[in-house]
């Protein structure tokens, strides 16, 4: 179907069903967010091949070798809603604005605003710039590495419990302050564990506004990528992986 030309209307077809059910799901739960997030997320599986293929680093495999990368766009409620696979690696935030195009288009006009969470490996500061200046998308990530690094908390203010050993506060801070860079001043929610034997905090930086994600919402939008998205990943490696091994033992669907 996809060299027929036929995977972009099927694509669309399951996001316009898919968005739909699962804002619907969303809304009997009490995690209101879910009906305004977006899963993206990618990993990087090898390609057992003897022809010749794009490589790309396979953290599995710890080297460089033939790949396949599988990005995934997935409803608040863990919805797989638009898939793509190509050969070798692409950074995902290069993709990221492409990727939720697409889902615009198929959702069609007058949809709700969109939050999008991604891991920390999409927070470089073209990117943040890029939501910050866009009116109807939102993001929620992690600060992290360079970018995040030696950034002082800004107007920090009280902590609130969280869970059951953490605790949140709210605070800003200011990116993009080397020669040469825009800066960007950005919300950042802030989560520690008082008693922890490490006690780095990790830093939910977002776009969003507070009458959009509460200091908790932020947390917990960010938090459930594992249950929502990630797993699915997990699963989905298990499943290939097992079937690859009955190929090529001769007992499998592929004999």
């Not at 209101?32 to 790309?56: H, K």
Request: with cysteine.
């Amino acid at each position: 179907l996809k060299w027929l030309g036929a995977d972009d209307a099927l694509w669309s077809c399951h996001a316009q069903l898919w968005l739909s059910v699962s804002a619907r799901w969303s809304a009997g739960s009490s995690d209101a967010w879910r009906q305004l997030a977006l899963y993206v997320d990618a990993t990087n599986d090898p390609w057992w091949t003897q022809r010749f293929a794009t490589c790309g680093k396979v953290s599995r495999t710890g080297r460089v070798q033939p790949s396949l990368q599988r990005v995934v766009v997935s409803a608040g409620p863990g919805v797989p809603i638009l898939g793509e696979v190509i050969s070798g690696h692409r950074h995902l935030g290069q993709e990221l604005t492409q990727l939720l195009d697409q889902v615009d288009r198929s959702a069609g006009p007058g949809q709700v605003r969109r939050i999008t969470v991604v891991d920390a490996e999409c927070c470089y500061l073209e990117l943040l710039h890029g939501f910050a200046g866009h009116p109807a998308r939102d993001i929620v990530t992690v600060l992290k590495g360079a970018l995040g690094q030696g950034k002082e908390l800004l107007l920090p203010g009280p902590w609130q419990p969280f869970r059951e050993r953490d605790q949140l506060r709210e605070g800003q801070v200011v990116l993009g302050t080397r020669p040469g860079q825009q800066e960007l001043t950005l919300r950042v929610v802030e989560m520690a564990r008082p008693d922890s034997r490490r006690p780095q905090p990790t830093r939910f930086v977002t776009t969003a506004a507070v009458e959009t994600l509460s200091t908790r919402d932020v947390a917990e939008a960010y938090l459930h990528r594992w249950p929502y998205q990630e797993d699915l990943f997990r699963r989905g490696r298990v499943s290939c992986t097992a079937i690859f091994a009955q190929v090529v033992s001769g007992s499998g669907p592929g004999t």
